[in-house]
């Protein structure tokens, strides 16, 4: 009975909303618009700012661009960004939003699935609030998190998921107890959170099951790592047929393979077995910038590796071969920013921060400032912003989320992610909302008071104006 009553209501209102729309048929399909004005824009690609100009915002797109006004409907919102400078949305390309640390240990023994998707909810607001309109997951989650957030049920940026990590036993993404015996299930495998694969069929199986649990790409662990349990930093992780399987299974959803990869032999192997996105990359160099215009492939560096104070750090020195480990690599690595500079290559911002959102939120404003004390503030806002894009792109037309429109960039048609900082980031890169300091760093707001707005698919999520 009431099954009936309700199917008579729902299908009266929507007679009764056909009947009123058919005199406005012409109004119903006006995009909303918000116009942004007298902004100088960094449009994510050119070393300089347009001063003075207009951007008109239809929907979730950039409709037009002009340095004289430009008309807008009455109900038009209207933004007056004097002093603004007006750039694309940041993009992260290399976060753990599930991995809340403290370390990986304690993730393996006393995390549950609740633990890591509030975790994970929490980051994705953070992220989105310090200017990120786009983040992609280097590993550790699937697709939930993105469906609640394009479905607007919790708040954050685009995302880009990778699915487990794949890595071979004892390497990088071998986050099991030290007792647990090979081929035993963990916490990470039965979340597909991280997968051991010890062969081409392994790889296969684990790749395909990553797509099918929502990733867009895929994320291979062809290094060891320093904060790792098992694993010399030099280790030669897959075979080339491993890592090859990987990207097989990445082409044949039309999308790709990220790898971990710091030593030049890993880079170079990775490069030749069709990786389109080398991650750290620390032994960088010109024989590699190379190969990597040839393929067509990115790179993505956390700079805090290069931080002066990289061996105080509480996770590395309290564990003795951690430390160990730290120092071999920086004296290793040290010639990345030389190499960058001297034969630059496409390069992503990437944070590639394991821990509570607090200490995220510090590491990455402190990211931000490395980027400018290493690189300069066009380089820098170039990172942040089209590079991503680029990269972003790599995931194809069958995978990638968001495939209608550009990101990253400041043009008509791109997708309306954009954001208004307080002054001129080529003069004082810290309206992005850099940090001064790493380790014992006072609490960050929740957003830098310099961003004074944040747009996300044409929705506005912070104004302070
Ligand atoms: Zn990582």
Same mark, same amino acid.
């Given at each position: 009975? %009431?099954?009936?009553?309700?199917?008579?209501?729902?299908?009266?209102?929507?007679?009764?909303?056909?009947?009123?729309?058919?005199? @406005?048929?012409?109004?119903e399909t006006q995009l909303p618009q918000t116009l942004f004005q007298n902004v100088d824009i960094f449009n994510g690609t050119e070393d300089k700012l347009y001063e003075d100009h207009f951007v008109l915002v239809e929907g979730n797109k950039i409709a037009?661009?002009?340095?004289?006004?430009?008309?807008?409907?009455?109900?038009? =919102? !209207?933004?007056d960004g004097s002093g603004k400078t007006l750039t694309p949305g940041f993009i992260e390309n290399h976060a753990h939003l599930m991995l809340m640390g403290p370390t990986l240990p304690a993730m393996e023994s006393n995390t549950t699935w609740e633990d890591f998707a509030i975790h994970g909810t929490r980051m994705a607001e953070m992220y989105l609030m310090q200017g990120f309109t786009t983040v992609r997951d280097a590993g550790g989650a699937n697709g939930g998190l993105r469906r609640a957030i394009d479905a607007g049920e919790i708040v954050g940026p685009r995302y880009y998921p990778s699915g487990a990590f794949l890595g071979t036993r004892g390497g990088h993404a071998d986050f099991a107890n030290?007792?647990?015996?090979?081929?035993?299930?963990?916490?990470?495998?039965?979340?597909?959170?991280?997968q051991e694969v010890d062969s081409v069929a392994d790889v296969k199986k684990y790749a395909r099951n990553n797509f099918r649990m929502g990733a867009t790409q895929l994320k291979y662990m062809?290094?060891?790592? =320093?904060?790792?349990?098992?694993?010399?930093?030099?280790?030669?992780?897959g075979s080339p047929e491993e890592v090859g399987?990987?990207?097989?299974?990445?082409?044949t959803y039309g999308s790709y393979v990220m790898a971990h990869s710091y030593r030049r032999e890993a880079i170079l192997a990775a490069?030749?077995?069709?990786? %389109? @996105?080398?991650?750290?990359?620390?032994?960088?160099?010109?024989? !590699?910038?190379?190969?990597?215009?040839?393929k067509g492939a990115y790179i993505t560096t956390n700079l805090t590796a290069f931080d002066p104070n990289l061996l105080e750090i509480p996770a590395v020195k309290s564990v003795p071969s951690s430390l160990a480990k730290a120092k071999s690599a920086s004296a290793a690595f040290k010639d990345y920013i030389p190499n960058m500079k001297k034969c630059p290559a496409p390069r992503g911002f990437q944070t590639d921060c394991v821990g509570s959102v607090d200490a995220c939120n510090i590491q990455i404003a402190y990211e931000k400032k490395l980027n400018n004390d290493f690189f300069g503030a066009y380089e820098s806002l170039k990172t942040l912003?089209?590079?991503?894009?680029?990269?972003?792109?790599?995931?194809?037309?069958?995978?990638?989320?968001?495939?209608?429109? %550009?990101?990253?960039?400041?043009?008509?048609?791109a997708y309306a992610d954009i954001l208004l900082l307080d002054g001129n980031p080529f003069e004082d890169f810290s309206v992005v909302g850099t940090g001064d300091q790493w380790f014992g760093a006072d609490k960050r707001p929740e957003s830098p008071e310099s961003i004074a707005l944040i747009m996300k698919d044409g929705v506005i999520y912070k104004n302070a104006l």
């Open positions: 009975m %009431k099954k009936t009553l309700l199917a008579s209501s729902l299908a009266l209102m929507t007679s009764f909303s056909f009947a009123t729309e058919e005199g @406005s048929a012409a109004q037009s661009i002009s340095a004289k006004t430009i008309e807008v409907r009455d109900d038009a =919102v !209207i933004i030290y007792t647990a015996p090979v081929g035993q299930e963990t916490n990470f495998s039965r979340l597909n959170m991280a062809q290094s060891g790592g =320093v904060v790792s349990a098992f694993d010399p930093w030099q280790l030669l992780a399987a990987a990207v097989e299974v990445a082409n490069l030749e077995a069709g990786v %389109k @996105s080398i991650e750290h990359g620390f032994m960088f160099d010109c024989e !590699i910038s190379d190969l990597m215009k040839e912003t089209s590079v991503g894009g680029e990269i972003a792109t790599l995931s194809g037309d069958f995978m990638n989320p968001y495939p209608d429109a %550009k990101l990253g960039v400041i043009e008509k048609g």
